[in-house]
């Protein structure tokens, strides 16, 4: 595997790679790397010739009260994973020449970032978009693989890719859980013990929201009630939100007529983790 840190390096290999008719397919990440995101990357190993994974947090998605200088850190034990995969490339920028002093143009998705996570992280989506439109200019592939762990985040991706004409392909993939049931994520690096234990109220809320609608059940309210109270049950949560909408557009539901997104965001102590199913009419 190839580490490369500058941009214009990254350049030339993508150049180099698609000159000799190779595909190349590509995975943003944040680090601290776990089963979700090597779901992501041994998909783009079996599918592409060529597989690029970038590791940078990116500093504009986070708001100053947000957990920007807490989130974890792992990159030597991330190369080590790496290694074993088969990635060819792993793209690890600074942040000073992916943001240059004078740096000041962003690109932002409208309608669908008004919405879960958009209400309660007002960077988070523009510095998502920015983040995910300079890396995949600069890695150049033909599919970019994202986990459905972020849904919200897919779906604004999605979009960005449509309204830009851009050339690339988004491959969305299932979200990968521990055998409790809680959803992989770096943040979970950061939960006690404890913590732990009571993060997996989120999983546990969606299955019995499933449960809920497998009965017969069709109201968005007495399914909402009976998630909080199933989360609430658990000491040390804070809900953020708890959103049964639409899988696209994101629009709130009362009635459970097709398939929704039931969608959490819980803080459990200070971290903040989000979790989401599809549930529909059976
Ligand atoms: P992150 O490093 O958290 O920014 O995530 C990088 C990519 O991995 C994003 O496309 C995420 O949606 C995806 N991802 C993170 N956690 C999971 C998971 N548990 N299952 C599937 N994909 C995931």
Partial sequence: MKIITSIEEMKKWSRLTRSRGKTIGFVATMGCLHEGHLSLIKTSIAKCDTTAVS???????????????????????????????????????????????????FVTVEDKTNYLCGTSRPRFFRGVTTIVLKLINITDPHIAYFGEKDWQQLEVIRTMVHDLNMDVSIVGKPIVRDKDGLAMSSRNCNLSKSEKNSARVLSQALESAQALVIQGERSVENIRTEIRKTIEQKQGTKIDYIS?????????QTEINSKVLVALAVRIGSTRLIDNRIIGKI
Avoid at 66 to 76: A, G, L, R, T, V
Avoid at 244 to 252: A, G, K, L
Wanted: charge should be negative; glycine fraction near 2%; hydrophobic fraction near 25%.
């Fill in 55 to 105: 590791i940078f947090v990116n500093p504009t998605q986070f708001s100053p009260n947000e957990d920007f200088d807490s989130y974890p850190k792992c990159i030597e034990s991330d190369k080590q994973i790496l290694q074993t995969t088969g990635t060819d490339i792993l793209f690890n920028p600074n942040q000073k020449d992916l943001y240059p002093e004078k740096f000041q143009t």
């Fill in 244 to 252: 049964v909408c639409d899988p696209e557009s994101f629009t709130e």
